[in-house]
C-alpha cells in the first residue's frame, strides 16, 4: 500500500487529468465519426485487418479493468482514473467495431462471432505490483498510440478520411492515459527514486504488448500487423527516449539498474517484426 501522501497526490494528478477530458478531448462516437464520408472508404484488406486487430485488443477491457482494479484496492484517484480511462477505452473498441460495420468491411455476424471467441480468452496482468503496472502502463499507452499514429498515416495515404478520423481521436486518448502514467510513474519517483528506476528498468526488459497472442488468427495477424511500424528499434526511440524524457531521466540513469529479475537482460522485444506480445 502506498503512503496517504502519495495517494493524495495520485488524486489530485487525476482531477487534473479528469478535468481536461472533460474540457477538452472528450468525443462523441455518434456525431464527430465522418460518417457521412463512407462512400469515400476504399476497401484495404490490411487496413480493415489491422482495424480488427486492434478492435480485437481493446475488447480485452473486462480483464483490463478487473486486473487494475483489483491491483488498485484502497487507492481513490487510481481508481477513478481507472473507471474514466475504463469508459474511454470502451469507445475504441466500438469504434473500431462500427468503422468495420458501416463500411461493410465485416458482418454483424462476423464481429459477435469476433467477440464471443475474444471474451472467452483471459488476459492477465503481466506484474503484480502496482508501481511495476503503473510504469508498464505508461510505457504500453505511449505505445499503443505510436501504433495508431502510424495507422492513421497509412489510413490517410491510403485515401480513407473516416478511418483516419477515427485514429486521430484514438490516439489523442492514448496519450492522454500515457501522460497520467507518466505523471504517477514522477510521483513514484519522487517518493522512492532507486525503487522506481529498478521497476521501471524490470518494465521495460520485460515489455511485451498485451493480449495479441490472445486474438484469434494470431499468426496471420502478425504479418499485418508490421504495417503498424513498431519494432524493437521504434519502440526504443519512440517510447522508451520520449517516456525518460518525460521524466528527466536519462538512460543512463535507467541501465545502470542492475537487472535483478530480468530474464534475459535483453532491453527490447524479442520479436523482430512487432512488438512482441506477452505470453498471457
Ligand atoms: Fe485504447
Ligand atoms: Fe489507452
Given amino acids: ?32 465519426v465522418p460518417w457521412d464520408r463512407l462512400d469515400e472508404v476504399p476497401r484495404d484488406d490490411r487496413l480493415a485487418l489491422c482495424a480488427e486487430t486492434f478492435c480485437g485488443v481493446e475488447m480485452f477491457l473486462p480483464d483490463y479493468l478487473r486486473e487494475h482494479l483489483s491491483l488498485l484496492a484502497g487507492d481513490y484517484g487510481q481508481a477513478w482514473f481507472a473507471a474514466n480511462w475504463g469508459y474511454e477505452e470502451a469507445k475504441h473498441s466500438l469504434v473500431l467495431r462500427e468503422y468495420l ?31 511495476r503496472m503503473t510504469a508498464y502502463l505508461a510505457l504500453q499507452e505511449l505505445t499503443t498510440f505510436v501504433i495508431y499514429r502510424k495507422q492513421r498515416e497509412l489510413a490517410r495515404r491510403t485515401g480513407d478520411p473516416v ?47 498485451p493480449a495479441e497472442d490472445l486474438l ?29 524524457a518525460a521524466l528527466g531521466l536519462s538512460r543512463g540513469d535507467l541501465f545502470r539498474v542492475p537487472a535483478e529479475t530480468a530474464r534475459t537482460g535483453v532491453v527490447l522485444p524479442a520479436r523482430a517484426g512487432a512488438v512482441a506480445p506477452t505470453e498471457g
Fill in 1 to 32: 500500500m502506498t503512503s496517504r501522501a502519495l495517494r493524495e497526490a495520485f488524486h489530485r494528478e487525476y482531477m487534473t487529468f479528469f478535468e481536461r477530458a472533460e474540457r477538452t478531448r472528450r468525443w462523441n462516437l455518434f456525431e464527430d
Fill in 101 to 131: 460495420r458501416r463500411t461493410g468491411q465485416r458482418t454483424e455476424d462476423q464481429l459477435h462471432d469476433y467477440a464471443e471467441q475474444i471474451l472467452g480468452r483471459r488476459w492477465r496482468a503481466p506484474h503484480d505490483d502496482p508501481r
Fill in 216 to 244: 484469434p488468427d494470431y499468426d496471420d495477424r502478425v504479418t499485418v500487423m508490421r504495417t503498424a511500424g513498431v519494432d524493437a528499434r521504434v519502440f526504443f526511440t519512440e517510447v522508451v527516449l520520449p517516456l525518460l
Fill in 163 to 209: 478511418l483516419a478520423e477515427v485514429y486521430r481521436f484514438i490516439a489523442r486518448d492514448e496519450m492522454a492515459h500515457s501522460r497520467f502514467y507518466q505523471r504517477v510513474l514522477a510521483l513514484h519517483l519522487d517518493d522512492d527514486r532507486a525503487g522506481t528506476l529498478a521497476d521501471l528498468a524490470h518494465v521495460v526488459r520485460t515489455f511485451r504488448m
